[in-house]
């Protein structure tokens, strides 16, 4: 089982650039397809952007596209979420999730999350 912990998170000004980092513990991320998610006050969760176990295959949310990068370190066992130009709608709780081997075309199903770190984007 691997525990996740997010963080990075605070507040920024519209345009600003923050980076998310979720460290791991207990596996090793090269085995684990990994994914941040968001969830806005009043909202429900939502997909944001998603990491192929192998690290080939990347997939973003339409709405953090060309702002959002993610990215791994695997000798670090961290998985970072990159975030720039940041709009006030970007204003949430992150979450990092994995999934052992997981499909990275699905957005549900991840059984492993951390505990969530908040962004603020003010205008």
């Known amino acids: 089982q691997v525990q996740l912990v997010e963080s990075g998170g605070g507040s920024v000004q519209a345009g600003g650039s923050l980076r998310l980092s979720c460290a791991a513990s207990?596996?090793?991320?090269?085995?684990?397809?990994m994914a941040w998610f968001r969830q806005a006050p009043g909202k429900e969760r939502e997909f944001v952007v998603a990491?192929?176990?192998?690290?080939?295959?990347?997939r973003y949310a339409d709405s953090v596209k060309g702002r959002f990068t993610i990215s791994r370190d695997n000798a670090k066992n961290t998985v970072y979420l990159q975030m720039n130009s940041l709009k006030p709608e970007d204003t949430a709780v992150y979450y990092c999730a994995g999934d052992y081997y997981g499909d990275v075309y699905r957005n549900e199903g991840y059984p492993y999350w951390g505990q969530g770190t908040q962004v603020t984007v003010s205008s």
């Open positions: 990491l192929s176990w192998r690290g080939g295959v990347t």
């Open positions: 207990g596996r090793t991320l090269s085995t684990y397809t």
